[in-house]
T-cell receptor, first 110, second 114 residues
Framework: RKEVEQDPGPFNVPEGATVAFNCTYS??????FFWYRQDCRKEPKLLMS???SGNEDGRFTAQLNRASQYISLLIRDSKLSDSATYLC???????????FGKGTMLLVSP | ETGVTQSPTHLIKTRGQQVTLRCSSQ?????VSWYQQALGQGPQFIFQ???????GRGNFPPRFSGLQFPNYSSELNVNALELDDSALYLC?????????????FGPGTRLTVT
């Protein structure tokens, strides 16, 4: 299994749709997880941190399944502005180093 | 905005040359990590500096080196540039405390090697 693996995408959805991304990770000892959002040719920006079973912030919900070693990100009521690449991030090394997945691109259309 | 700045924004170099990229961390943060992001890929960890010491290194050759200064700003140096070094170089600052891994990225330096 790759260290951090994400749905390849892209996901094309209409405005208002609900979309979910999945991410699997290799290290069962990992305790914290992150979703970052990256707009085209911009830096990644922290979207959500997950330290327990899940986290919710408005239209965004992250869920963690430790037994199966996967994390999901659910976006409800998609907006045009949600179009971006979503990066699943897991601290797999020591010293707080982050391992990124390749990212899943989301395209929300009118 | 994260308060993390990087310079320069863009850079074009020739194969074999050397380059220095700079990063100023967010106020109050003591740790800087550097990442390389090739087109269509996620960022790859290069190394991390904590209190002026290298604190971890990814799978990059020794020609990638760095420094951290007393004010926690940092430099990434790459010697003997290769075409494959063309990428977006990102630095991220964080506050290293027990169990905290949240990192905040600067806008990046886009390096093109010809």
């Amino acid at each position: 299994r790759k260290e951090v693996e994400q749905d390849p995408g892209p996901f094309n959805v209409p405005e208002g749709a609900t979309v979910a991304f999945n991410c699997t990770y290799s290290n069962s000892a990992s305790q914290s997880f992150f979703w970052y959002r990256q707009d085209c040719r911009k830096e990644p920006k922290l979207l959500m941190s997950v330290y327990s079973s899940g986290n919710e912030d408005g239209r965004f919900t992250a869920q963690l399944n430790r037994a199966s070693q996967y994390i999901s990100l659910l976006i409800r009521d998609s907006k045009l502005s949600d179009s971006a690449t979503y990066l699943c991030v897991v601290p797999l090394g020591g010293y707080s180093t982050l391992t990124f997945g390749k990212g899943t691109m989301l395209l929300v259309s009118p | 905005e994260t308060g993390v700045t990087q310079s320069p924004t863009h850079l074009i170099k020739t194969r074999g040359q050397q380059v220095t990229l700079r990063c100023s961390s967010q106020s109050g943060h003591n740790t800087v990590s550097w990442y390389q992001q090739a087109l269509g890929q996620g960022p790859q960890f290069i190394f991390q500096y904590y209190r002026e010491e290298e604190n971890g290194r990814g799978n990059f050759p020794p020609r990638f080196s760095g420094l951290q200064f007393p004010n926690y700003s940092s430099e990434l140096n790459v010697n003997a540039l290769e075409l494959d070094d063309s990428a977006l170089y990102l630095c991220a600052s964080s506050l290293t405390t027990g169990g905290s891994y949240e990192q905040y990225f600067g806008p990046g330096t886009r390096l093109t090697v010809t």
